[in-house]
């Protein structure tokens, strides 16, 4: 079975760029999960899709950051304009159907903000 | 919202002893606990979760246990093995959505 994939792994940015990243998650999996984690803490939810409805975006920064989930399959998450702080790793996770089950994660992309 | 929090923050054991990791949450509500383990470059993999109806749980080297009056769990890892060496990290879920500790460094010294 094939995991959850994650498009770039690496990206270097400059403050008030744009950068988007891009999520495939395991085939069937209804539920699918944005995480931000910063350098030596755990990962926090951003957002999670319920097929390709909106379940919980109550941390997603809405001023800069958005995502969408088309189809109830891939999902992209972007950023409009970068700040600093936004620096981590953006992990995608799927699960077969909602949080009680299994999250199985992608490898993250790598986002460094100059 | 939940708050976890996790310690230590580092470990090492030497290679065959044990390791314990503990975790506190707040919100009594919450009612399922899992257990990550993230190596260096790769997204988090689950290892062990365990239920709020559930004081105990066992899967070969690793076991879970949950005190629901003092809202606390911790990880058991028995006969350390160099690939044991890893971030752990504890979660909690409650109102659908999964809150993570800080993570535990966990060294296995040869």
């Known amino acids: 079975e094939a995991g959850v994939a994650q498009s770039p792994r690496y990206k270097i940015i400059e403050k008030r760029q744009s950068v988007a990243f891009w999520c495939n998650p395991i085939?069937?999996?209804?539920?699918l999960y944005w995480y931000q984690q910063i350098l030596g803490q755990g990962p926090k939810l951003l957002i999670q899709f319920q097929n390709n409805g909106v379940v919980d975006d109550s941390q997603l920064p809405k001023d800069r950051f958005s995502a969408e989930r088309l189809k109830g399959v891939d999902s992209t998450l972007k950023i409009q304009p970068a700040k600093l702080e936004d620096s981590a790793v953006y992990l995608c996770?799927?699960?077969?159907?909602?949080?009680?089950?299994?999250?199985?994660f992608g490898p993250g992309t790598r986002l460094t903000v100059l | 919202g939940e708050n976890v929090e996790q310690h230590p923050s580092t470990l090492s054991v030497q290679e065959g002893d044990s390791a314990v990791i503990k975790c506190t949450y707040s919100d009594s509500a919450s009612n399922y606990f899992p257990w990550y383990k993230q190596e260096l470059g790769k997204g988090p993999q689950l290892i062990i979760d365990i239920r709020s109806n559930v004081g105990e749980k066992k899967d070969q080297r690793i076991a879970v246990t949950l005190n629901k009056t003092a809202k606390h769990f911790s990880l058991h890892i028995t006969e350390t093995q160099p690939e044991d060496s890893a971030v752990y990290f504890c979660a909690a879920l409650n109102d659908y959505k999964l809150s993570f500790g800080a993570g535990t460094t966990v060294t296995v010294r040869a």
């Open positions: 085939s069937g999996h209804a539920t």
């Open positions: 996770a799927s699960s077969l159907k909602g949080t009680y089950n299994e999250q199985f």
